[in-house]
């Protein structure tokens, strides 16, 4: 009898670790950017608030020609009006990173410290 409980109690702490493991998988985001006006690129940016290890995907449309940048991660996509670009990655370095719209006239002369898309936030886990 007393073996038969013991094995049933191991069975639960094995069940438990496992739920436990698949728990701590990483998150999937999804965020949807829109390149804007001049003027609401202004504004504050967007914040994106991710954690380090998840699958991020950054779909990107606009009416314009241009590139998408995420600096720190070395990403770019481009950007042709009627399309949705998108920056797919995992979060594995941990900080703020500015999302960069460049339009294609300017690319060349566009500052990078014009306003941000948007900002990437990775916390650590």
Known sequence: M?????????????????????????????????VATQAERDAAPRVLRVVKGDAVRLRIRGDRDGEVHLHGYR????????????????????????VEWHAAAAAASTSHHAP??????VHPQ
């Open 2 to 34: 007393r073996s038969h409980w013991f094995a049933a109690a191991r069975a639960a702490l094995l069940a438990g670790s496992l739920c436990a493991a698949g728990a701590a998988t990483a998150a999937e985001r999804s965020f949807d950017l829109v």
């Open 75 to 98: 990403l770019t996509a481009r950007l042709t009006p009627g399309s949705t670009a998108e920056l797919a990655f995992t979060a594995h370095t941990t900080g703020r990173f500015r």
């Open 116 to 121: 941000p898309l948007a900002i990437l936030e």
